[in-house]
């Protein structure tokens, strides 16, 4: 079946991991550590504690509103995002292979990430020209993509099979295992890996898979 969609993840994919890991491991700590009158390196260690006690396959990990409740912040999310907003740069040949794919198939981005964050990851790069659906599988569809259900949803959201779409990111197990399973076409994201059949460390190489 001719492939005709692609979805891509969003962090560590398209847009550089640095913007979400100030949020989080800067950002956050350094509120806390004001808010509670303690040491930053202890308030680091708190709060990434707190983090690692929910863990990344619950919605909860995702969600800033939660966050900034549990530890007492009184701070705007979009503020905070705003922020550090300057962490925001795109990933290496993002919009030249973009520009190539999107003659080609119609492109969606389907990311963990909380809506607030990828709008304004989308709005900082200029990505949204490229992009016909934008997903947020936490903020639109309550779920994780560790779950098939995701991925099915998002079949359906997009009116295609799943042998009609390509799936690319970051993770193994969202982005790769599990999409794979459902017959989606997958490649993982791995700059720092040798190419082969399913790892690709340079998303150029899409222009030569697809």
Not at 25 to 38: E, F, N, T
Not at 60 to 76: G, K, P, Q, S, T
Not at 94 to 109: G, T
Request: proline share 3%; charged share 30%.
């Amino acid at each position: 079946m001719k492939k005709r969609i692609i979805s891509f993840d969003l962090d560590g994919t398209l847009v550089d991991g640095a913007f979400g890991n100030a949020v989080w491991h800067d950002g956050i700590p350094r509120v806390y550590a004001q808010r509670h009158g303690m040491d930053i390196d202890e308030a680091y260690r708190t709060v990434l504690d707190a983090y690692d006690s929910i863990g990344e396959i619950s919605l909860l990990w995702y969600d800033i509103d939660y966050w900034l409740n549990r530890f007492d912040l009184d701070v705007d999310p979009r503020e905070l995002l705003d922020e550090f907003s300057r962490h925001i740069t795109l990933m290496p040949f993002v919009e030249e292979v973009l520009d190539a794919l999107k003659q080609r198939f119609s492109l969606v981005i389907a990311s963990n990430a909380a809506r607030l964050f990828v709008e304004c990851e989308m709005q900082k790069t200029g990505l949204g020209r490229y992009f016909d659906r934008t997903i947020s599988a936490t903020s639109d569809f309550g779920l994780v993509k560790k779950e098939e259900a995701f991925f099915r949803r998002l079949a359906s959201e997009l009116k295609a099979a799943p042998e009609e779409m390509v799936h690319v990111g970051d993770h193994r197990v969202f982005d790769f295992e599990v999409p794979s399973r459902l017959g989606i076409q997958c490649y993982h994201y791995d700059p720092a890996s040798e190419n082969d059949g399913s790892v690709i460390n340079d998303l150029r190489r899409l222009l030569e898979k697809l």
